[in-house]
């Protein structure tokens, strides 16, 4: 959740409260769209405003000594120094295409899953329909007519009309591939290889491997070691001996080929020792007196 704040928002806010303790007793996600940064006298946030009208409360910013405090992770925003700037503001563009392509699909599929096609009136005598006529011909077509569940019912004529059926060229039919393209720009604008969204033709095995891979190394890992840093900065006046939240990413199966081959090039490394080897894959020195397992 405090992910999708931050991705979805630009801004994730965690409220946390000592309670009396020596040590944080509860940490609270706050919702980012009802928090407002108050400016302090540097230009800094010196407190957050949360809740709306008569239910709006104060909390300082990252002072403790109240007992309460409010982190706060933004990305990065040009037009503000406290509102962080959401990856989707950046994809609106492709947001609104997408959606009214969803719309004009679902608009399609009411109707048949065709154009209306067109009711000509041609009677041997000439003349128009009255109003009342038109109005109710207008009626039973919405009525009996439209709809996914009149697909292929027969539509029955009176005397002096004819059916015109119509249909969309392939050029009218452009707006799938329009809807395709405008997701492919929203997972970019969120991190995500446009291939692991299965679209026709964007993924074959290999370079779907390769995504996977790419999507965990360049945003997954950067963002989970961003909220950990920003937690163990915010909770280290805690602890003494000071405060590191981390990961494993050694755990990440989908990451295990490319541990695979730093291991392989430390292993023909005669250069460097063994030491400098286990440094370089985040081990701490071998204890004094060991001895390899081989």
Known sequence: MRATHYLVAGDAYIHGLTAGADIPAELHLLRPDIVQPVDGDDGWPAAYDYGTGAAKRRVSAGDWSTGSSILSISSFNPLSDTKGLSPLQSAQAALKVHNAAAGWNLALLENSARPSGALV??????????????????????????????????????????????????????????????????????????????????????????????????????????????????????????????????????????????????????????????????????????????
């Open 121 to 294: 009136f041609a009677p041997k005598d000439g003349g128009n329909l009255t109003s009342d006529q038109f109005e109710r011909l207008k009626s039973e077509l919405e009525d009996n007519y439209t709809g996914a569940k009149a697909a292929g019912r027969p539509l029955v004529l009176e005397g002096g009309l004819d059916w015109k059926a119509m249909g969309y060229s392939p050029k009218d039919m452009d707006f799938i591939e329009a809807k395709q393209a405008a997701a492919r720009e929203i997972a970019l604008a969120l991190g995500v290889p446009p291939m692991l969204l299965g679209l026709p033709g964007d993924n074959t095995y290999s370079n779907y491997q390769e995504a996977n891979r790419a999507f965990w190394r360049q945003t997954v890992v950067p963002l989970a070691r961003r909220i950990l840093d920003a937690l163990s900065h915010w909770l280290a006046p805690f602890w003494a001996d000071g405060l590191r939240l981390s990961f494993d990413p050694e755990q990440i199966a989908d990451l295990a080929s490319d541990r695979d081959r730093l291991w392989q090039r430390l292993a023909s490394a005669d250069f460097l020792t063994d030491d400098e080897k286990r440094a370089i894959i985040g081990y701490g020195p071998r204890p004094a007196g060991s001895v390899d397992n081989a």
